[in-house]
Each structure stands twice: as C-alpha cells, then as structure tokens.
C-alpha cells in the first residue's frame, strides 16, 4: 500500500480509501497512517476513510487520522433510533451513534453520514428525528432506504413477506424504496427521503456546517445536489414511471 501511495503521490487532489472499514484492524490502520506521515504521504489536500462509529472512541486513530490528512469521515451510521438498528442488525447503539458524530465534529473532521430510513421500525414520526438531527450534527449526508440485494436473508424474508415491489435492477441503487415498508406506503417513503434530502441541503442549512476553508466547496456542494443531483436522482424519466407505480399500489 505505501508503494502505491508513493506512486500515486502527485496524481489528483484526494486520496480515497474505500475499505468499507478502514479502522476494522485498528493496529494496522495507525501503522500505515504513520508510515504515510513518517514517508511524507500526506500532500494531497484532503483525504477520506470509511470507518464505523467504534473508531470515533480512539483518540489516538484520529490524531493520527488528522496529522494524515485523511479529515473527511464517511460512516454508516443507519440511525439514531435504538429499534431501527436492532432490527437492521447494527452493533452500535443510538448513543454511540450520536456521541461518536459528536467526537468526530468536536474534533473538526467532515463527517458523512450515511442513513437508512425505512425500516420496519421506522415511522414517520422517527424520520422526522432523523432528518433534524442528521441536519444539525453531519456535515453531508445519504439516505438510503433498504435494498433486497439477491443472495440476502433480507432478500429471502421480503420475498416470503410478499413485500418486494419491483426486480428492475436499476432501482437497487439505494435511492428508491423498493420493499413495502411496515409503516407507511412505499410512495410515502420515497417523497420523505427526496424531502429530507432537500431540507439537509438547503443552502442556509448548509452554511451552518461551514468549516475552516470549506465555504466554497460547501456552497458549491449544496448547488449542485439541488440543481443536478436530486434531478438526475429522483426526476429522471424512470424514477418519475417508477413514482407512478408506487402511487398506483395505494
């Protein structure tokens, strides 16, 4: 890894790792973080790491995450509601979910949030938490409702359930509801995320979470999912169809 780093060194300007886990060996994420120091391997201007919420509780990693450059921190974080993430198998609690946001902004990494509204725990009610407090406390965000990927129990229980609502590849990319939820109609799931995303991205939303030097990449970032990203997303000729159908299953 730190051969290829030392190839890449003058290539672009961010350095992306995308393990799904960069802290899930924790002795050999700091020993690379400190050879990448040690080697001068930090030039670029930002980095990214995908971690879990365990990896906001150890201060020592995110020293060495920061001296790294490596300041954005992408996580999934699913909830903040403790029945949501008992029913989608999360390890973590809504506490440390909240707390360990909490660390990682105190400590002034952009911290990306990744959520998953829609559970068959979710309500209305709890989305409305979620969307408020993703607001306040990540600095960017995705809403990504459940997805019945071939080949998971997930899958195989919304299959006996009766609950899986289209095949069509192209709409398991996260972004549309896909399974009925318990709760609320899908088509009532899918216009509360477009909701959400609208309301987080908001231009005044998003100059509360301005960093040092990021205002422009901040406006810049809240334009573009306004006018290009929610379009391409939810307006496309497709998701529009595919909105029809939802309203036609009531």
Known sequence: ?????????????????????????????????????????????????QITIKGASDNDFLDLLKRAKMEVTCIGIESIDDDALDELGKPYSAEQNIEGVRRLREKGFWVHGMMMPGSDKDTPETL????????????????????????TEFNERMRKESRILTEEPSLYDGHH??????????????????KMYKEFYNPLNMLKKVQKGMLLETLLLSAYVNLVGLRRVFRDAQSLEYAKHLESLG
């Open 177 to 194: 509801a896909v399974v009925q939820p318990k709760n609320f109609t899908a088509l009532e799931l899918q216009r509360t995320i477009y």
């Open 128 to 151: 409305r938490k979620m969307s408020k407090w993703a607001k306040k406390n990540l600095t960017t965000v995705q809403y990504f409702p459940p997805v019945p990927l071939p080949g």
């Open 1 to 49: 890894m730190l051969e290829e780093l030392e190839r890449t060194k003058d290539v672009g300007e961010t350095l992306f790792f995308v393990d799904d886990n960069f802290y899930g060996n924790p002795k050999r994420a700091k020993q690379l973080l400190e050879e990448m120091i040690r080697k001068g391997l930090t030039r670029k201007p930002r980095g990214l790491v």
